[in-house]
């Protein structure tokens, strides 16, 4: 009878948990797609979930294949569906977390106020509200925090549960792979099984080439060579750490402010706190936590892009560890009263909806969708659109594709000219394609959409 309740009592913990996010994130959800929080990539996942091809390099299959299931079975408008499946991804990415910190700690006290740190820090409640991958990688990074915290025996099975919830965060997004010394420093290591468990989970790496029919836009993946280059996403290399070294001391002091802001500044002493107990605890834990961060830092630092921040959102639930580590150490504090413990850790997360709920909320967020409408009813019929900006291709590709909204409209990007894919997916739209920059759109109107997304037709 003990165990049936405190099996009730953790139960009604977490459906308390899950239910209070569920609720905030609905009331500040983006209604379709946005171009908000760095959103503008939502238009080509969108666009691949509906129409069964891929996305753009490296492909984020594990998202990509779930995307495709949910828009199948949820009717509705595609960009929703997917922005809920960001906010169900991020949910139970603060589920698993709480989880994790009242099995290492053994206080829900701690577990209630990590998680909900977690849930309303700015990035990942940004990236919950959107039609983006970087939620459901934080919710493969938590399952292989928990999955660690779970494998404390030199045993085959949960260290290739491990190994799969690792590999199905990389085949999420790359950057994931960071974790590994997290999971390894300090630990009985099965390595069997966590070789056998992540092989299992990078699969669907190579069940990417079943989603055709090719040609298309972003590679070739019916060869070897062509599959190896779409996955290594060596369209992109040029922006992996050449971010001129001149601009790394204001990177790194915005990275310093912008991670304070996550957690506030009291919940970051706490983290703090929190990771200094656990230092004195177990070294190797925390060695290991302290070097995935500090990689992912590196990367997202040295990565040559505005929104690079958001390659550390699958890292927040390792931070929110230590909030919950911080809060378990005040609670055993006997200088500390009860109401006094209990008020400084329920602070945080009211100050974090209290802080971010306006500029996070989405709710009210019809730019991209009134701009697609007035832009797609201008254009004539059977016009070819030349646009050389990720959102207004993506937003056109979602309107045009999965929508099937003036599906007469072709849209070509005028920066993958030239790349072999791209050209040979054009040959096939438009009879002819691409030769240079002069489009043998056999007599079509021809559309440009400029820098302040405007739209002029020759």
Known sequence: MVQVGAFRRRAGFYIIVVAVVAIVYALTLAPSLTWSHWGSDGGDFATAAVTGRVPHPPGFPAYTFVSRA??????????????????????MAVLLVAATV????GSAWAALVAGLALAFSSWLWSQALIVEVYTMAALFSSLTLY?????????????????????????THVTVLFLIPYAVLGR?????????????GLVPYLLLPLRGPWPQPWGDLTTLA??????????????????PLTDWPARILAWASLMTRQLTPLGALIAIAGAGHTWSANRQQMLGGAISFALATLYAIGYNAPDSWVYLVAYLPLVALSVGDGIKWLVDQPWLTSAARSAVGLVIPLLLVALNWQSVTLSHDAQVMAWISGTLSALPADAVVLTDQDRHTFALWYATEAVAFRPDVTVV?????????????????????????????????????GEQDEVTCE
Not at 152 to 161: E, H, K, N, Q, V
Not at 418 to 431: E, N, Q
């Open 70 to 91: 949910v828009v199948t079975a949820f009717p509705g408008e595609s960009a929703r569906v997917l922005n809920w499946l960001s906010a169900a991804s991020a949910a």
């Open 102 to 105: 009242q099995k290492r700690s």
């Open 147 to 171: 999955a660690v915290r779970s494998a404390t025996a030199r045993r085959f099975l949960p260290w290739a549960i491990v190994g799969l919830s690792l590999g199905l965060g990389v085949s």
């Open 188 to 200: 009985q290591v099965h390595w069997r099984g966590l070789a056998v468990g992540l092989c299992a």
């Open 226 to 243: 062509g599959w190896a280059e779409y996955v290594s996403a060596r369209l992109y290399w040029g922006n992996a750490f050449t971010l």
């Open 413 to 449: 990007d005028q920066r993958l000219l030239g790349y072999a894919a791209y050209d040979a997916f054009l040959d096939a739209v438009l009879d002819g394609g691409v030769r240079g920059l002069t489009l043998a759109s056999g007599g079509r109107p021809l559309c440009r959409i």
